[in-house]
């Protein structure tokens, strides 16, 4: 077990950074909790959850608005949760910028449908830092300040292993509905 963690807390930085890329919820989440035990620094934690995140969203835009001919394969793929992107970028603004930090299924999808815009790159920048910025707070100190809760959580699980797959599946179906109720044609 100690193994276990010195390799955790030795990698975790590097892991970290690579799963934020694309969106480190559950991985920034992991790590705060860990630096509530004192196994990680929160301070490097926050900032290498910070750095990928914005990097991650960045690349995504550009991708989109100079890659649009290699992106049309995954795009094709996603056209309805496209649309529900343009929709709400339409309707919310920059503020879907922010919001789509939080909303799994959509993290990826709205820096490509922005970059499809006409949405100037600069803007989008200072949004997506400021954006980062509110998600590394809110999900960082969030996490450390719930550590104690999220390990018992954790314990209560590991004690009833039964318990994991009936909350992932109850999660991945919430996800789903909302997916396909936002995306059905109306």
């Known amino acids: 077990m100690e193994d276990m963690l010195s390799n955790l807390v030795t990698y975790g930085y590097i892991g970290l950074f690579l799963y934020s890329l694309g969106g480190g919820f559950v991985a920034l989440m992991a790590a705060a909790v860990l630096a509530s035990q004192g196994k990680m620094d929160l301070g490097i934690v926050m900032g290498v959850a910070f750095v990928a ?73 200072v949004h997506n830092f400021i954006a980062a910025i509110v998600w590394v707070l809110v999900v960082g100190f969030g996490s450390y300040l719930a550590g104690n809760v999220i390990t018992a959580g954790y314990n209560i699980v590991a004690d009833k292993p039964y318990l994991a797959p009936i909350i992932l599946l109850t999660f991945a179906g919430a996800i789903w509905f909302y997916m396909s109720w936002a995306t059905k044609k109306r």
């Open 53 to 125: 995140n914005f990097i991650g969203d960045t690349l995504l835009f550009y991708m989109a608005r100079y890659h649009k001919g290699d992106m049309m394969n995954y795009l094709r793929q996603h056209r309805r949760k496209l649309a529900l992107s343009h929709i709400l970028m339409k309707r919310h603004g920059a503020w879907v910028i922010y919001m789509q930090k939080f909303v799994y299924g959509i993290k990826t999808l709205i820096p490509l449908a922005i970059g499809i815009t006409k949405f100037p790159f600069g803007k989008f920048s």
